[in-house]
């Protein structure tokens, strides 16, 4: 599998909000997506708990291009790279478990709170 642009990159845990993203020749911060992963998930699991939906959430850190070093990952997070991308993605192609209707619900509750910006075509 090659990466996108032919560039290879590995994600190291930084200081608390960064990580460090290294290539070959350079390296930059980047946010830490852990942050925004937990703040996601409680506001998925508030959305869920109002529409009166119980379903576990997943949370995941998935990079099908790149390594991530997280040593210390949190317990309810799974980081899934280029190490582990395609033994994860099979096994998701091999779920044929049909969609629940607690999975429909869910995700009816999760749509009402997007927003759709849209216009009429004049076709």
Same mark, same amino acid.
């Given at each position: 599998m090659s990466p996108i642009g032919g560039r290879l990159a590995l994600f190291v845990r930084g200081k608390q909000h960064f990580w460090i993203e290294k290539h070959s020749l350079s390296e930059k911060k980047v946010l830490n997506p852990v *942050?925004? =992963? &937990?703040?996601?998930? &409680?506001? +998925?699991?508030? *959305?869920?708990?109002?529409?009166? +939906?119980? =379903?576990? *959430? /997943? /949370?995941?850190? =998935?990079? %099908? &291009?790149?390594?991530? $070093?997280?040593?210390? +990952?949190?317990? $309810?997070?799974? =980081?899934?790279? *280029? %190490? /582990?991308?395609?033994?994860?993605?099979? /096994?998701? %192609? %091999?779920?044929a478990a049909p969609i629940k209707h607690t999975q429909i619900i869910a995700a009816k509750a999760l749509l009402n709170y997007c927003l759709t910006i849209s216009c009429n075509r004049t076709d």
């Open positions: *942050i925004s =992963l &937990n703040k996601t998930g &409680n506001i +998925v699991h508030s *959305i869920l708990k109002h529409a009166e +939906v119980v =379903l576990p *959430i /997943k /949370k995941i850190i =998935l990079s %099908r &291009n790149s390594y991530i $070093d997280y040593p210390e +990952v949190p317990y $309810d997070i799974e =980081l899934i790279d *280029i %190490r /582990k991308y395609d033994e994860w993605f099979m /096994k998701m %192609r %091999r779920t």
